[in-house]
């Protein structure tokens, strides 16, 4: 089985809430039941539940509400990578080659889907089905009530990192849309994104033009377009239908890490510390987000608020139109790398992220450690004036 990822598997060790600063954000909860880092966490769409997927081979669910763990999913053989979260349903993915489907109501496994033949480092939930990329070169799609393969997509040369779906219904006019069954997007360590139609398995475009692995993507469905960021410091925009090179944003220095496609304006988080919005139609840089202290590893826009998530263990809220920083959330000891909010919007919003205190490049080590996750109210901020939270912080050991 190849090593531990190096991007992907990162988690951080917390310790417990020991008090805030002013008016800033202040810590809601506190949960202690992981033996391992966090790796992930996911959110039901109705913001009631968390789910938690750690190094220590299990995932929880939690109550947002009171932060007691409902349900201890345990059955992988391996730390569990990624996990997305449904109202019915929960999905992990893992290193032992392996994804499951959880019933949210006992912590009983429905489904064990095997096939992969490495690591699953990520997997997505869509139109009824199951899309999962690998380490070991490829993607599959899973039908969600057999958990049996429906179709496997060939033709990277390395890890698969990241994955995007389009609906048929969401290419209205495409000719290639409605017999392809939709589309699926594909990121690869190749240094290539792949557009693949789901019903028959071929390879629709291959999108060349990055010179480094293709660490994300996000998809603007209605323009058929596809951004991926990468290690060689670039963006890029893909007509998905074409397979066209559509524009190159170049400004960061460093690779880019996480994407975020808001209101046609495009954000990036970067190994060079900071954030760059984008004009999505014509590359434009509109403003940088600095004050971060190391790279940028996680991104969530909501409500006007960009949230951002960096290996200097901070979470911190800009405003995204001025760029001005509002709050930054100390207390994790390494780098954030997952950060979630509710929907719908509550009258004081929660912020949520995973972090994990594994000095160095990779989690390995990261059993005995502790993982964190951390939930915080975020009252409304003073106009112009940064606000500053200490130690806030959610605790799984």
């Known amino acids: 089985m190849p090593g531990r990822p190096s991007l992907a598997g990162r988690c951080l060790r917390g310790s417990r809430r020991t008090g805030g600063m002013g008016g800033g954000g202040s810590a809601l909860r ?4 992981h033996r391992g880092g966090i790796n992930w966490l996911s959110l039901s769409p109705d913001g009631r539940r968390l789910l938690t997927g750690s190094e220590d081979g299990t995932a929880r669910l939690w109550s947002t509400a009171d932060g007691q763990c409902c349900a201890l999913l345990q059955g992988h053989e391996s730390y569990v990578t990624f996990c997305h979260l449904e109202d019915e349903a929960a999905f992990t993915c893992s290193a032992d080659c392996t994804i499951r ?18 690591i699953v480092n990520r997997i997505l939930v869509a139109d009824n089905q199951l899309f999962s990329g690998s380490y070991d070169r490829t993607a599959r799609a899973w039908s ?3 958990g049996q393969v429906s179709q496997e997509f060939r033709g990277h040369r390395n890890c698969v990192l990241t994955l995007a779906y389009s609906a048929p219904w969401d290419l209205p006019g495409a ?3 409605e017999e392809a069954g939709g589309l699926l997007v594909t990121g690869s360590t190749d240094g290539t994104a792949r557009v693949w139609q789901v019903a028959g398995g071929g390879c629709w475009q291959t999108l060349r033009g990055h010179t480094g692995a293709v660490l994300c993507l996000v998809l603007d469905t209605p323009s058929h377009t596809a951004f991926t960021g990468s290690t060689d410091a670039t963006i890029r925009a893909w007509d998905i239908l074409s397979g066209e090179q559509l524009r190159v944003f170049r400004e960061h220095q460093g690779p880019v890490i996480c994407l975020e496609l808001v209101n046609r304006h495009v954000y990036s988080g970067s190994a060079d510390r900071t954030v760059k919005c984008w004009l999505a139609d014509t590359g434009e840089r509109v403003r940088t987000f600095a004050a971060h202290g190391h790279s940028v590893s996680a991104l969530k826009y909501h409500a006007g608020t960009l949230f951002t998530g960096s290996g200097d263990a901070r979470a911190r809220a800009f405003d995204a139109e001025s760029g001005a920083l509002q709050r930054v959330f100390r ?29 160095g490049e990779t989690a390995a080590g990261a059993d005995g450690k502790t993982g964190a996750a951390a939930f915080f109210v975020l009252p409304p901020a003073s106009p112009g004036r940064e606000q500053e939270t200490e130690n806030c912080r959610f605790v799984f050991t």
């Not at 506190?30 to 039941?33: E, G, K, M, P, R």
């Not at 949210?104 to 490495?118: D, E, K």
């Not at 207390?331 to 919007?345: D, E, K, L, S, T």
């Open 331 to 359: 207390g994790h000891a390494f780098v954030i790398n997952c950060i979630q909010v509710p929907r719908p919007v509550q009258p004081q919003q929660r912020l949520e992220h995973t972090s994990c205190d594994i000095p």
């Open 144 to 146: 969600v009530d057999k």
């Open 101 to 118: 489907k959880w019933d949210v109501r006992t912590g009983q496994c429905l489904q064990v889907f095997r096939g992969h033949t490495s």
């Open 30 to 33: 506190v949960c202690a039941d």
């Open 175 to 177: 000719p290639c849309a």
